[in-house]
């Protein structure tokens, strides 16, 4: 189960607000003549498939804080496993130069 009470300043999230304008099925709408109703919600990849989760007006923000923890996550691990790259190509390199 997940801890919903979990502090949003520690929230990850892999994904982007995005704005949903749909028709709701009702027949005598404004949304039947194209006056679509505006929804927020969130999109992701999961296993292979685009998800939407419908998002709150009071969601919108914290969404877009998490998703940019996570860009910023992704960034740091990125530069790390560089860093892991060359930390190996310049060991072999110097083993290399100690073997002449
Ligand atoms: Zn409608």
Redesign the pocket.
């Known amino acids: 189960m997940i801890d919903v009470s979990k502090r949003n300043e520690s929230l990850l999230i892999r994904g982007s607000v995005v704005k949903v304008r749909r028709?709701?099925g009702?027949a005598q709408?404004?949304?039947v003549d194209g006056e679509l109703?505006e929804t927020w919600a969130l999109s992701y990849s999961y296993e292979g498939r685009t998800r939407m989760i419908p998002l709150r007006e009071e969601d919108i923000g914290v969404a877009r804080q998490a998703i940019k923890r996570y860009q910023k996550s992704l960034n740091w691990l990125e530069s790390q496993a560089i860093q892991g790259i060359k930390h190996l190509h310049a060991t072999v390199k110097a083993a290399k130069r100690r073997a002449r």
Do not use: A, M, P
């Open positions: 028709t709701c009702k709408c404004k949304c109703h």
